[in-house]
């Protein structure tokens, strides 16, 4: 069964404290792996979308990465307005047209001043 | 651009009413999905329209029925509402099968 675990559930940073949130996958052929911030009340943000093995995307204070069994979402130097829910998910590359998505429960991530 | 819109943003019903959510986009989506999400269990989807004139159900479609009205607009009803049903719910939608995809507002629905 396809299934999707992210750890820590919560995490507290002080500002500028460099930190990594896990997303351990199981899927049978990944088709994407996709990283979403979701800030309290509103609709997933989208982020980064990682295709295969090795592969980095950046933006900002934020950098992705990718193996064969898990991604990282490595935070550098945070602010406070870094503070919200990172969710993770993946595609499985069966499925045809469905593109279906499977997400983790999320990390909630605190960055204090 | 508007992205995905949904509406109502918040909503009380009682046991047994129905009702529907609105979902509409203008960024040329093929693929539209509704999703609830609960505290602790993550996103999970209800039903999807993979492309305009389709629709198929998702992990959770009991209690839900879906509209693929034409490309824009995806609706969700609720027929008998229950209390079960209390959580928030969010239409998404994506250009095609190797697009992210892009998220609505969230509607906060109470079942007392």
């Known amino acids: 069964e396809d299934q999707v675990t992210q750890s820590p559930e919560a995490l507290r940073l002080q500002e500028g404290e460099s930190s990594s949130l896990n997303c351990s996958y199981t899927?049978?052929?990944?088709?994407?792996l996709f990283w979403y911030r979701q800030d309290p009340g509103k609709g997933p943000e989208f982020l980064f979308t990682?295709?295969?093995a090795g592969e980095e995307k950046e933006k900002e204070r934020l950098k992705a990465t990718l193996t064969k069994k898990e991604s990282f979402l490595h935070i550098t130097a945070p602010k406070p307005e870094d503070s919200a829910t990172y969710l993770c998910?993946?595609?499985?590359?069966?499925?045809?047209?469905?593109?279906?998505?499977?997400f983790g429960t999320g990390t909630l991530l605190a960055v204090q001043p | 651009n508007a992205g995905v819109t949904q509406t109502p943003k918040f909503q009380v019903l009682k046991t047994g009413q129905s009702m529907t959510l609105q979902c509409a986009q203008d960024?040329?989506?093929?693929?539209m999905y509704w999703y609830r999400q609960d505290p602790g269990m993550g996103l999970r989807l209800i039903y999807y329209?993979?492309?305009?004139?389709?629709?198929d159900k998702g992990e959770v479609p009991n209690g839900y029925n879906v509209s693929r009205l034409n490309k824009r607009e995806f609706s969700l009803r609720l027929e008998s509402a229950a209390p079960s049903q209390t959580s928030v719910y969010f239409c998404?939608?994506?250009?095609?099968?190797?697009?992210?995809?892009?998220f609505g507002p969230g509607t906060r629905l109470t079942v007392t």
């Open positions: 960024m040329n989506h093929n693929s």
């Open positions: 998404a939608g994506k250009q095609g099968a190797d697009y992210e995809q892009y």
């Open positions: 329209s993979a492309s305009e004139g389709t629709t």
């Open positions: 899927v049978s052929g990944l088709r994407g």
């Open positions: 998910a993946v595609q499985a590359s069966r499925g045809g047209a469905t593109n279906k998505l499977i």
């Open positions: 990682l295709y295969s």
